[in-house]
């Protein structure tokens, strides 16, 4: 009968289930991908929200926590009602202070110190507090006995006058008053408006704060109401004693904190759930979520309507896998999406890490810059006392004196050891007196301390004995440099150095400069604003009335940056943010605290414009590339499916030819496309032959089942895989009725292993001609097939030969343990041997074991081992080992056959591919 040709149809699909099962499993997989970058962008919306709450937050606390005191509260009230003032809106600032006026005493004076009645506020005891502020306005006009004295009839305390006259515009407390707890002065102008009437001439304010006004927290009650009166209802603003406190750790809360005195806190708490602006971000990303997401279902429904609905019987293959590249490179590319973007992400966070490190370097540079300026005048100083040693002009002298310090010292004097002075330069007239006082007073006692006299005394009682003392030992320590004097408020830097004199001359002369710190510091702000700098930075002094910028022209202080500069100053560390300056937009602001310029802060910021703009080309750049593989996956979408199909095509159309029996012209066309898939169907299936007809006679090379000789007995039970394996089991008899018994396993592939198996079976067959001995055994056995192999197989095998006695002579390469069954006690025999083939030469143990009848000998393979424990074969053992001696009675020949028939019914339930082999060896008499 004749076949009939059939056309050659193109590759295709002939059950739409198939390709819509791939096709659901590509758009899920797609969706997950897409879902999760959305949901980890949506959590950097929250984060970034969370971030600025917390920072909104934390400005609120540090508010409560400050002006909860009343040293950074009512200067902070002071400064605002100065500033109406000063803008002749005296209604406004009356306003402001009279809730306070009950607990609080506002006195108000003129230019020349005359108090000012103003309605709503005391206007008692104007005689004394008239005195009080002459004293502040001309303090040399009395003297330190008269002022103590003022000052303990007015303020209760004898040093408050000095205090508030040291430090104006701030608020000074006075420790151990009964009277007042806190007292300051301020002063509005320096100009004199007689014309205008009594509320306009108001000058100077003097503060006093009755000692039991706010010992009961009012203060801190009061501006607790007022900020919860501001404050919407989703936060809470409490106050708790100790830091931890006991909010419920199962409410995930926002919480900020701030110290108060007194061990309290204020704490600050808010539900985790963004409001306003990000709140209509978040609900237009979960709306393009589930669109996104709709937008995929829809396409599985549309494309399974395609397949399932559409007239076709038949779908193109080639089609299939093209829409399958497609779609598959769509979570590829979000995946890419997405590691670009947390790279463009980390690349900024480095990058701002790295400029605020640059920008915390220069300020450490203008904090050190203070000191080499103060080495810088050190030198100078040092250069006027070699003039003076070396003889010069006193011309010359006050030249070189006069040229190089400027208005930086108060006087530079030449005294002789009496403290009378020789020479002067340099002096500031205001301060001539006092100048000299000091200089004669601090050479005197540095004189007496010297020659080990007793101390002079000061005139005003400036210095006490002790502190002099101290202080004498520090400048004979430190002739020739610059050091500090801070006492009762007088604060100078102090330049003190002998002067030798002319050869024979005994006379010792010192050369004393007194330096005005707060004028040195300021020449130093005029010469840093002087320089060029890449960042804006700004100095600011921390001082008790609160933060005051010495250089708004670089860095004019906002709410953020006069928080921070309070942050730093408190916590002493560095600190970075990112701010939004007024009319500068946006920067990057790093404060730290000045280690050698007191309570200073230090503020630097530079734009994060140029970071911004990077980051945008950046993003353009993966934009472009995403767009380029977009392209890219598309044209090897239609390349890879056009070439499958054609492939596919050409074996489909072999295929054809092989079914109407065209063998002839396939084997003369071996050299086209056709012709070589026919030849390696036609070798493929040869080989596959090969190892089905090779299966049978697997089981022939193994031993199963059950063989007596002499005093033992082995019994066997083997399955086999469902493909060749390397399990191998020899028994047989030999001269003088002994047992020659062989287990064990070869690894590496299927079919060398079971070629292997034959060679070792003929091989042990063939050296059982007289009594071979077992460790030579496995001697040869290496050296015939494994010792000069580069192969990947090794061989574990025990080979055992009884005696007539009953005795055992074991060798072992590398075989797991056997397992000694003595009545209701097992022992396991390992050795230190490792399996033929690892090692050269061979680690081969040799046992001689005595039986007692009716003991067994148990050896198992790998595949057994599984059995018992899935992942490790030692832990197999062991189990094995501990269910033998739990019911050995279990394991008699009975038994053991019921054993293995169930496990031969697991092993089509578990599709496993390994070979299982066990041997038990009794000795029975």
Same mark, same amino acid.
């Given at each position: 009968?004749?076949?009939?040709?059939?056309?050659?149809?193109?590759?295709?699909?002939?059950?739409?289930?198939?390709?819509?099962m791939v096709l659901a499993v590509i758009v899920f997989a797609t969706i997950l991908t897409v879902a999760q970058w959305l949901e980890k962008q949506r959590k950097n919306i929250v984060s970034e929200w969370e971030r600025q709450e917390r920072g909104q937050m934390a400005l609120v606390v540090q508010k409560v926590a400050r002006f909860s005191a009343p040293e950074t509260f009512f200067p902070f009230i002071l400064r605002q009602a100065i500033e109406m003032l000063r803008k002749n809106t005296q209604d406004f600032a009356f306003a402001l202070l009279k809730p306070w006026n009950a607990n609080v005493n506002f006195l108000f004076y003129s230019q020349d110190g005359k108090r000012i009645a103003v309605?709503?506020? /005391?206007?008692?005891?104007?005689?004394?507090?008239?005195?009080?502020?002459?004293v502040l306005l001309r303090p040399e006009s009395v003297t330190e006995n008269r002022r103590n004295a003022m000052s303990a009839a007015f303020f209760g305390k004898r040093d408050g006058l000095a205090n508030v006259a040291h430090k104006p515009e701030a608020l000074i407390r006075l420790k151990g008053n009964d009277r007042f707890s806190h007292a300051g002065w301020w002063r509005l102008s320096n100009r004199l408006t007689p014309d205008l009437p009594g509320s306009f001439q108001i000058a100077h304010i003097l503060v006093l704060i009755e000692a039991d006004a706010f010992r009961?927290?009012?203060?801190?009650k009061d501006v607790l109401r007022s900020v919860r009166k501001s404050l919407p209802a989703y936060y809470r603003l409490s106050v708790r004693k100790g830091w931890l406190g006991n909010v419920d750790s199962s409410e995930q809360q926002i919480e900020e904190k701030a110290r108060l005195r007194n061990g309290l806190t204020v704490a600050l708490l808010r539900d985790p759930v963004p409001d306003k602006h990000y709140k209509q971000i978040l609900s237009l990303w979960d709306f393009l979520a589930v669109s996104v997401k709709s937008f995929f279902m829809f396409l599985l429904a549309f494309g399974g309507k395609h397949l399932f609905t559409a007239r076709r019987h038949e779908i193109s293959l080639r089609r299939v896998i093209g829409i399958a590249i497609l779609l598959a490179m769509v979570p590829v590319l979000g995946l890419f999406s997405q590691w670009c973007f947390d790279y463009m992400q980390t690349s900024t966070n480095n990058t701002v890490r790295l400029q605020h490190r640059v920008i915390e370097r220069q300020l450490n540079d203008i904090d050190l810059g203070l000191v080499q300026n103060k080495a810088s005048l050190e030198d100078m100083l040092n250069s006027l006392h070699n003039a003076f040693e070396r003889q010069h002009g006193s011309a010359d002298k006050a030249e070189l004196a006069t040229s190089q310090f400027g208005n930086t010292v108060d006087g530079i004097y030449l005294l002789d050891e009496s403290g009378n002075v020789i020479e002067r330069f340099c002096e500031v007239a205001e301060k001539k007196k006092?100048?000299?006082d000091i200089a004669t007073f601090l050479v005197t006692n540095l004189v007496s301390h010297i020659k080990n006299v007793s101390i002079k005394k000061s005139s005003d009682a400036t210095f006490n004995l002790s502190y002099v003392r101290q202080l004498s030992r520090d400048i004979h320590q430190h002739l020739g440099k610059i050091i500090n004097i801070n006492w009762a408020g007088f604060r100078r830097e102090l330049y003190l150095k002998f002067v030798r004199g002319s050869m024979g001359s005994h006379d010792m002369k010192f050369l004393v400069a007194l330096l005005d710190p707060d004028r040195l510091f300021r020449n130093y702000l005029a010469e840093l604003a002087q320089k060029r700098m890449n960042m804006r930075f700004g100095v600011v002094e921390m001082t008790e009335g609160g933060p005051k910028s010495s250089m708004p022209d670089q860095l004019l202080l906002n709410t953020d940056l006069l928080m921070l500069s309070e942050e730093v100053w408190r916590l002493k560390r560095t600190i970075d943010r990112l701010i939004d300056l007024p009319g500068r937009g946006r920067h990057l602001v790093t404060g730290i605290h000045a280690r050698h310029m007191g309570d200073v802060v230090l503020i630097g910021a530079c734009?994060?414009?140029?970071?911004?703009?990077?980051?945008?080309?950046?993003?353009?750049?993966?934009?472009?590339?995403?767009?380029f593989s977009f392209c890219s996956a598309i044209l090897s979408a239609l390349f890879i499916s056009g070439s499958l199909g054609f492939s596919i095509k050409k074996v489909a159309?072999?295929?054809?030819?092989?079914?109407?029996?065209?063998?002839?012209?396939?084997?003369? /066309?071996?050299?086209?496309?056709?012709?070589r898939i026919y030849s390696g169907i036609r070798r493929a299936v040869h080989t596959l032959s090969e190892i089905y007809n090779?299966?049978?006679? =697997?089981?022939?090379?193994?031993?199963?089942?059950?063989?007596? /000789?002499?005093?033992?007995?082995?019994?066997?039970?083997?399955?086999p895989g469902r493909f060749l394996g390397g399990d191998y089991i020899e028994a047989m008899v030999i001269a003088e009725n002994r047992l020659l018994f062989c287990i064990g396993e070869i690894s590496g592939k299927p079919i060398p292993a079971t070629l292997l198996i034959a060679r070792i079976k003929m091989c042990i067959s063939l050296s059982t001609s007289g009594i071979p001995d077992s460790r030579q055994l496995l001697i040869n056995l290496n050296d015939y097939f494994v010792r000069d192999k580069k192969n990947e197989q090794q061989i574990r095998l025990v080979c055992a030969i009884s005696d007539e006695s009953g005795n055992l002579d074991i060798a072992c390469a590398g075989h797991y343990a056997a397992i000694l069954l003595s009545g209701s006690r097992t022992v396991c025999l390992h050795d230190d041997s490792a399996p033929l083939g690892s090692i050269q030469p061979p680690n081969i143990s040799l046992r001689h074991l005595e039986m007692e009848p009716g003991e067994s000998l148990f050896f198992v393979t790998s595949g057994c081992l599984?059995?018992?424990?899935?992942?490790? %074969?030692?832990?197999?053992?062991?189990?094995? =080992? /501990?269910?033998?001696?739990?019911?050995?009675?279990?394991?008699?020949? +009975?038994?053991?056959?019921?054993?293995?028939?169930? +496990?031969?019914?697991?092993?089509? +339930?578990?599709?496993?591919?390994?070979?299982? %082999?066990?041997?038990?060896?009794?000795? %029975?008499?």
């Open positions: 009968m004749p076949f009939q040709k059939t056309s050659i149809p193109d590759a295709t699909v002939k059950r739409p289930s198939m390709a819509f309605p709503g506020f /005391a206007h008692e005891k104007i005689a004394v507090s008239e005195q009080v502020m002459a009961s927290d009012r203060l801190l006092a100048s000299r734009p994060f414009r140029p970071i911004a703009e990077r980051n945008h080309q950046i993003l353009s750049f993966f934009i472009l590339f995403v767009v159309k072999a295929l054809e030819r092989i079914r109407n029996h065209e063998f002839v012209s396939l084997l003369h /066309a071996e050299s086209s496309s056709e012709g090779a299966q049978p006679l =697997r089981k022939k090379l193994v031993f199963e089942g059950t063989i007596t /000789a002499g005093r033992f007995s082995l019994e066997s039970c083997f399955t599984q059995l018992f424990d899935q992942i490790s %074969s030692g832990s197999g053992l062991e189990k094995f =080992r /501990a269910e033998l001696e739990a019911a050995p009675e279990n394991w008699c020949s +009975a038994r053991l056959q019921e054993f293995w028939k169930s +496990a031969e019914l697991s092993d089509g +339930a578990d599709g496993s591919n390994a070979d299982r %082999s066990l041997a038990v060896l009794r000795r %029975s008499f």
